[in-house]
């Protein structure tokens, strides 16, 4: 008689762990991470590179010493979030100001909710608005150092977004505005004044694409975010071109791509079913839009995403999936 062996469930596995998840998502910021290097050269590798040995360390250390739960650390968990994190940042960012980015990110927003898959907010955006808020200064200076690529007409001071918030201020027209700065708002496919996220629309693309290939991300979330955003920028600008900016430009601009497909589908602070997901991009969407336009900051994805990050149990509890087995 062959014998039973009994477990406790799950009994079904998937392939995919989150090591596995977490590997392919680094492969997906690659490219993105490439150009980034590029552009801004050794400053550039600094800062992924502090921000991504900080956020593994400090969460080795929380585990190991403040937490004695050597279990919870999760590696390649604690390294998207420094290279996320790191993403969002200036080039010229100190790396005293990197290492407390990544205290507040592991430790606040992750660590203290009880580790991976336990966390409201997304940790490497928790820690971009707390830097972003406690220093300002570092924060916005967009001045870019040589890269390794030479003769770059590069933008130093400000980005697309602020050179037109600031236009606006001062009473300029949009035309007016990217005719005395050399931009063209049909034509602009990077975003050169920003952080290595910003860089490069289609390497984000490109990796969007490989996790859309590799179905480590559903494509709901990203699509209702840029849907909603181009159609607000469309009638907006239809209305007033001359006051309000039109959907391809702040599709390229800003960390829109960066937030839109690797940050607000986190598997952990983003809604669990397809409807639910609609429903936080377009949240996301309009938020974004309504600070660009209306707000005293240029940019606004990370704000959009950390208010809907604080809607997202509400939105499981109205949009809950059937549980198994039911009608």
């Known amino acids: 008689m062959d014998k039973l062996t009994v477990s406790p469930s799950p009994h079904l596995h998937a392939p995919a762990s989150t090591a596995s998840i977490m590997r392919d998502v680094i492969i997906a910021l690659t490219p993105a991470m490439v150009v980034s290097i590029l552009f801004y050269g050794w400053s550039e590798i600094m800062v992924l590179a502090v921000g991504a040995v900080s956020c593994v360390a400090i969460e080795w250390l929380i585990a190991r010493y403040l937490m ?130 910003e860089i490069s629309a289609q ?24 849907g909603t955003i181009a159609i607000v920028a469309a009638i907006f600008h239809g209305v007033d071109p001359e006051h309000f900016t039109g959907p391809n430009f702040n599709l390229m601009t800003g960390g829109v791509l960066l937030g839109a497909f690797f940050m607000a589908t986190d598997y952990v602070t983003s809604p669990m079913s397809n409807w ?31 208010i809907m990050n604080c809607f997202v149990p509400l939105i499981n509890r109205a949009f809950h999936q059937k549980k198994y087995g039911r009608a």
Request: net charge positive.
């Open 276 to 306: 639910g997901g609609v429903v936080f991009g377009v949240g996301i969407g309009l938020i974004v839009m309504m600070i660009r336009y209306f707000g005293s900051y240029p940019e606004g994805m990370s704000f959009a995403i950390l």
């Open 68 to 197: 004695k739960r050597p279990d919870l650390f999760s590696g390649w968990s604690a390294l998207v979030t420094g290279i996320l994190l790191s993403m969002n940042l200036p080039s010229t960012s100190p790396w005293w100001m990197i290492v407390i980015g990544a205290v507040v990110a592991i430790g606040v927003a992750k660590m203290s909710f009880g580790g991976l898959g336990q966390n409201l907010f997304n940790p490497a955006i928790t820690a971009r608005v707390f830097l972003l808020i406690s220093f300002p200064v570092q924060m916005t200076n967009w001045s870019v150092p040589d890269g390794f690529i030479g003769g770059v007409d590069a933008v130093s001071g400000a980005t697309p977004l602020g050179v037109i918030k600031e236009g606006l201020k001062a009473g300029e027209s949009i035309s007016e505005v990217l005719s005395a700065n050399g931009m063209d708002a049909h034509s602009l496919l990077r975003d050169i004044g920003g952080s290595g996220g």
């Open 203 to 226: 390497a984000l693309l490109a990796g969007f694409i490989y996790l859309l290939v590799r179905k480590v991300v559903k494509p709901w979330i990203p699509l209702s975010i840029l």
